[in-house]
């Protein structure tokens, strides 16, 4: 879920003045400066393990959601938008869906998603549903996969050749967007060498995209002399596992180890932020927990980055004005604000409304990890003054006041 520019606070992070600068979120960015309305659909367009014509059975769910967006009152040019859309990702194997969004009528944004949705669904309203997509983007980690074929005797006065396939990108959206891929093939004879030269560009590769791990693969040997000759500042990063079977066409590099790797994992970036809410909840400084403190947070534009528990579901709907950072839990709380016109929208939209609209982040945090009062709390950009009263009014476009 990060966009680009990032910055991870390097240490502790002052109680009163908290820069904290990321666009995580800026993937939405078009989809949001687009007026409204919108249609929100996401549908399995796996072909793989289908029973019958898949192709028919993606057009029944499909009519199944059209018939859902016609009840919602969406137009005839949102619905062909879509419909033109819907399984066109036929080339992307295994079982993956997608996420599409229109705006008056004109299709605005794609995403594949690596997992099938939970179930399908469309929702046509005055905000995108963008929830869905924003968490299968988590944890959005940085890495490099390296798998070394040999098959043959671990010596270099062996015969035959070494391959090496390597790829760059974020997980877990390498399941269905192919990172950036190295397939090299190089004789026994000149292995050591040439595995010095690979190492170097491994990690010339992993600075450029802040990598959290490197993820060898293969044979024991042929592995092992890569690894040795690894720049020191990479090791550190080094994980090596089993082989897993010959890597699948047009599928991550080692999928499935992978999976394994970094299931409940957060990205070293998350964790740097996590740690920096802790220090700052400790010292009653630049954070806030639960629900209502933390939508006061977005409120002002203050927050920097939103934890959110997963699996823990939002209250059902909030009240919002027409400026990402003006939701409240009560229309009251909107009206004295002198907000207007306010209505009802459902919370994990206006959610992430606010978080694109006012550039915080968000961290999904497994309950395991950290319970948060009602699974919410922020990471502020800077702290309240002492005594602080109740928030100010929420800031037109999401600009941040400074109490």
């Known amino acids: 879920?990060?966009?680009?520019?990032?910055?991870?606070?390097?240490?502790?992070?002052?109680?009163?003045?908290?820069?904290?600068?990321?666009?995580?979120?800026?993937?939405?960015?078009?989809?949001?400066?687009?007026?409204?309305?919108?249609?929100?659909?996401?549908?399995?367009?796996?072909?793989?393990?289908?029973?019958?014509?898949?192709?028919?059975a993606l057009a029944l769910r499909w009519r199944r959601l059209r018939n859902v967006l016609l009840a919602e009152g969406a137009d005839e040019n949102s619905i062909a938008a879509v419909a033109g859309t819907v399984g066109s990702d036929a080339d992307v194997p295994g079982l993956h869906g997608q996420a599409l969004f229109t705006a008056h009528g004109a299709l605005v944004l794609q995403g594949e998603l690596p997992d099938p949705p939970v179930r399908d669904s469309a929702h046509f309203g005055a905000l995108p549903d963008t929830m869905p997509l924003i968490a299968q983007h988590a944890p959005e980690i940085p890495y490099v996969a390296v798998y070394v074929?040999?098959?043959?005797?671990?010596?270099?006065?062996?015969?035959?050749?070494?391959?090496?396939?390597?790829?760059?990108?974020?997980?877990?959206?390498?399941?269905?967007?192919?990172?950036?891929?190295?397939?090299?093939?190089?004789p026994v004879a000149d292995w050591p060498r040439a595995a010095e030269r690979f190492g170097r560009r491994l990690a010339a590769q992993a600075d450029r995209i802040g990598a959290d791990a490197l993820v060898l693969a293969g044979d024991t040997w042929a592995r092992g002399i890569l690894a040795r000759r690894l720049p020191a500042r990479l090791r550190g990063r080094l994980t090596a596992v089993g082989p897993g079977g010959a890597p699948r066409p047009g599928r991550a590099l080692l999928e499935h180890r992978l999976d394994g790797l970094f299931n409940g994992r957060l990205a070293a970036h998350d964790e740097a932020l996590l740690d920096a809410f802790l220090a700052q909840r400790a010292q009653r400084g630049a954070a806030a927990e639960g629900l209502p403190a933390t939508?006061?947070?977005?409120?002002?534009?203050?927050?920097?980055?939103?934890?959110?528990?997963?699996?823990?579901?939002?209250?059902?709907?909030?009240?919002?004005?027409?400026?990402?950072?003006?939701?409240?839990?009560?229309?009251?709380?909107?009206?004295?604000?002198?907000?207007?016109?306010?209505?009802?929208?459902?919370?994990?939209?206006?959610?992430?409304?606010?978080?694109?609209?006012?550039?915080?982040?968000?961290?999904?945090?497994?309950?395991?990890?950290?319970?948060?009062?009602?699974?919410?709390?922020?990471?502020?950009?800077?702290?309240?003054?002492?005594?602080?009263?109740?928030?100010?009014?929420?800031?037109?476009?999401?600009?941040?006041?400074?109490?």
Not at 12 to 33: G, I, Q
Not at 175 to 183: F, I, L, S, T
Not at 354 to 364: D, R
């Open 1 to 56: 879920m990060r966009g680009t520019g990032g910055t991870v606070p390097g240490g502790p992070l002052r109680p009163r003045a908290v820069l904290v600068v990321a666009m995580r979120l800026s993937f939405l960015e078009p989809l949001y400066k687009q007026p409204g309305p919108f249609a929100s659909v996401y549908v399995d367009t796996s072909r793989a393990g289908a029973q019958g014509d898949p192709d028919a």
């Open 295 to 403: 939508i006061a947070a977005l409120q002002r534009g203050q927050a920097a980055a939103l934890f959110v528990n997963e699996r823990r579901e939002p209250p059902a709907a909030l009240w919002v004005g027409p400026e990402p950072a003006q939701l409240a839990l009560t229309e009251g709380e909107l009206r004295s604000y002198g907000v207007g016109p306010v209505r009802r929208e459902r919370a994990d939209a206006a959610l992430a409304r606010a978080l694109v609209g006012t550039g915080a982040e968000l961290v999904l945090v497994p309950e395991r990890r950290l319970r948060l009062r009602d699974g919410a709390g922020a990471l502020l950009r800077y702290a309240d003054p002492p005594g602080a009263g109740r928030p100010a009014q929420p800031a037109p476009g999401g600009g941040r006041q400074r109490l």
């Open 149 to 186: 074929h040999y098959s043959g005797r671990h010596t270099t006065d062996a015969g035959g050749t070494v391959r090496v396939e390597s790829e760059a990108g974020r997980w877990p959206l390498t399941k269905v967007a192919p990172g950036e891929r190295c397939d090299e093939r190089v």
